[in-house]
């Protein structure tokens, strides 16, 4: 494609402030440009006078990598797309004062910015400042490939990074047959979303040791506990990077963030709820007996819209409810101090989900193999909706459950089977559960397997279902 390239054009003398600029280098007349899929449009088609201000069209869009310009028709159009997403070629049928314009893109126009503090990239038409670490990105449908923003790769392009395909027309780098040899394909009804599909630990920003606790925002921001490290991650939508906004020593269960943007974090080993960003932590016990005005072993939370916060404390057999700003709880579900298998109490609650539409708590009873629903203000005694018959595999049982989500739509509640390796499904008055991810007793690290499942949470338009793959060290996500 080089020797296509001949002209150099320059803003520069057009007196833009410096991160403003770009150069465009200028392929011979006659050429114009292909994009390598046909799901690639031009960002905009305009009618312009002259390739100068085609080019400056391009210039102040973000997107904007390439342009082409037919002077016969004044047609310019930008585009996302740079030649390692199309090519130049020429024109088919001829247009002989076509030509096009391909941004400069080179490291040394990054290494003043990337991975730096905002301020760095408030003007820059290269970079954007991206909200969780504060520090300047590669804009959307751009990877960066070590030295530079790239374009995401289209069905079928080879890749290397996991984030290096569009994932907004639902592709994912994947290893096909697990061969190394890398490509952009469709994403399947299983798709990692946090972790390495193949499932290997890891740390950093693409690795997960032990995912446990799952929160979905509604803007599809997924939160993620990592139980054996103590690192809790935030993944931007369709992202693969995770940034970690907490560290905490110990391990970490549930997460929440209410409606105000607070997030909270259960630390079962330090018995604390931090409660970010003010920094707070319930009251913490020290001592055994168990009391309502502190926490013992925090394993689920909940927070509803007036900031009540409820949490489940595995050895105190209770769940608590917090009113904003008390040092003391209430007991809402189970009996202080008391295992049992009544419907009043609990033995070992896990995860909680919460449904505030229907002021009802569902709450995983762990010993009890069983998720128990309490309708709030009314009663403290529980009906079973999932489980209930005893420890074991059969589809009216659980094994040790863990994780509870439940589909606001229709009431019809998720349980992570944690010792049978599968999430079943237990719709309103059913007596038994179907499977929707897993293979009963069959801890497996294909994408159709799981291996030791923990949380489970939905998008909020409830079309997919995330899950915690502990074993696997990833998250997946199906599609409903
Ligand atoms: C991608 O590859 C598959 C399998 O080789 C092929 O069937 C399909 O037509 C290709 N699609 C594109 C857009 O190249
Ligand atoms: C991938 O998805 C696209 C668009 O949904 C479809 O046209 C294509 O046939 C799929 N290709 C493969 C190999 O599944
Ligand atoms: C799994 O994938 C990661 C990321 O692609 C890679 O670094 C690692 O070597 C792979 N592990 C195995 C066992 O294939
Ligand atoms: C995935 O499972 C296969 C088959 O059991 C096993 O050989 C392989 O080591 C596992 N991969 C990882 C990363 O644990
Ligand atoms: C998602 O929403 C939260 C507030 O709920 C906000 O802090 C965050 O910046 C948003 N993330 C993105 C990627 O828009
Ligand atoms: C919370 O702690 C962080 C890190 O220690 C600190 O930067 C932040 O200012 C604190 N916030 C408040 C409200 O004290
Ligand atoms: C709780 O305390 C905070 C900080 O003192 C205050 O901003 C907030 O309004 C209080 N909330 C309620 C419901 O009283
Ligand atoms: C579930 O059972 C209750 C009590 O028998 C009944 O009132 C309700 O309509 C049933 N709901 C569904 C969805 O079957």
């Not at 504060?134 to 984030?163: E, H, K, M």
């Not at 963030?257 to 319930?282: A, R």
């Not at 926490?295 to 904003?324: H, L």
């Not at 128990?372 to 595999?393: C, E, I, P």
């Amino acid at each position: 494609m080089s020797t296509i390239i001949l002209l150099l054009l320059s803003l520069s003398s057009v007196d833009l402030s410096y991160q403003d600029q770009s150069t465009a280098r200028l392929s011979n007349l006659g050429y114009t440009f292909t994009p390598y899929s046909s799901a690639s449009t031009p960002l905009l088609t305009l009618a312009q006078s002259s390739i100068l201000r085609c080019h400056m069209q391009c210039n102040p869009r973000i997107a904007c990598r390439l342009f082409d310009y037919d002077s016969d028709t004044n047609q310019c159009r930008l585009w996302s797309d740079d030649l390692t997403t199309g090519m130049i070629s020429l024109a088919i049928p001829s247009k002989p004062q076509s030509r096009v314009g391909v941004i400069r893109i080179a490291p040394y126009i990054y290494t003043p910015i990337h991975n730096q503090p905002c301020d760095k990239c408030t003007e820059s038409r290269y970079e954007e400042c991206d909200p969780f670490s504060l520090t300047c990105q590669c804009p959307s449908v751009t990877f960066w490939n070590g030295n530079v923003c790239s374009p995401q790769r289209y069905l079928n392009q080879s890749c290397a990074t996991i984030d290096s395909c569009r994932s907004d027309l639902a592709l994912e780098c994947r290893d096909v047959g697990c061969n190394s040899v890398f490509q952009c394909l469709n994403q399947t009804n299983v798709v990692t979303v946090a972790g390495f599909c193949n499932a290997t630990v890891g740390g950093g920003a693409y690795g997960l040791s032990g995912p446990w606790g799952l929160y979905v925002t509604s803007n599809n921001t997924l939160y993620v506990t990592d139980y054996d490290t103590g690192r809790v991650q935030a993944y931007a939508p369709s992202s693969r990077s995770g940034v970690t906004i907490a560290e905490l020593s110990g391990h970490v269960e549930d997460i929440f963030m209410d409606s105000m943007g607070c997030i909270y974090v259960v630390d079962i080993t330090l018995s604390s709820v931090f409660i970010s960003p003010m920094n707070t932590t319930l009251p913490i016990a020290i001592q055994r007996p168990c009391t309502s005005s502190s926490i013992y072993d925090p394993y689920g939370i909940a927070v509803d819209r007036y900031g009540n916060i409820y949490i489940s404390d595995f050895y105190c057999n209770v769940v608590t409810k917090w009113a904003p700003n008390t040092t003391a709880g209430i007991v809402v579900a189970g009996q202080l101090n008391t295992a049992g298998s009544t419907s009043s109490l609990l033995n070992g609650p896990k995860f909680i989900a919460l449904d505030e539409v229907h002021s009802a708590l569902y709450v995983v009873d762990y010993y009890n193999c069983r998720v128990q629903k309490f309708l709030l203000g009314v009663s403290t005694v529980g009906t079973t909706v999932a489980g209930g018959n005893g420890y074991g595999t059969g589809l009216n049982q659980l094994k040790n459950p863990s994780g509870v989500c439940v589909l606001l739509k229709d009431q019809s509640v998720y349980v992570g089977d944690q010792d049978n390796h599968r999430v079943v499904k237990w719709v309103v008055n059913a007596t038994q559960g179907s499977i929707v991810a897993g293979v009963t007793g069959v801890a497996g690290n294909t994408s159709s397997l799981l291996n030791t499942p923990g949380d489970c949470a939905f998008d909020p338009t409830e079309t997919f279902l995330y899950v915690a793959d502990y074993g696997n060290h990833r998250v997946q996500r199906f599609s409903l």
